[in-house]
């Protein structure tokens, strides 16, 4: 089992920026991708960032440009570095760790841009 304790999330003005962490603990050594995902109210959750353990990133395009994953393996923690922050980048930002046989998710940290 992976363990996944976020924190970073708060209320920012728009243009603001936050940074977001993610420490795993556990059978670290199984973990393969960490991402970040969020939900907003009312919508599905949805990908925004992740990371593999060769340092390869992909991004959904409503945060291309703004927003940074990073992931430092000797700490096993994922950090995602928001800026240029939008009203509705507001949402629950939940960490992912998945690898072989598991699929690990944090509590959660919201995330609150106001206009």
């Known amino acids: 089992q992976v363990q996944l304790v976020e924190s970073g999330g708060g209320l920012v003005q728009a243009g603001g920026s936050l940074r977001l962490s993610c420490a795993a603990s556990g059978f670290i050594f199984s973990i393969t991708t960490m991402g970040w995902y969020r939900q907003a109210p009312g919508k599905q959750r949805e990908l925004v960032a992740r990371v593999t353990f060769t340092h390869n990133t992909n991004y959904a395009d409503s945060v291309k440009g703004r927003f940074t994953i990073s992931r430092d393996n000797a700490k096993n923690t994922v950090y995602l570095q928001m800026n240029s922050l939008k009203p509705e980048d507001t949402a629950v930002y939940y960490c992912?760790?998945?690898?072989?046989?598991?699929?690990?998710w944090g509590q959660g940290t919201q995330v609150t841009v106001s206009s």
């Open positions: 992912n760790a998945d690898g072989s046989g598991f699929d690990s």
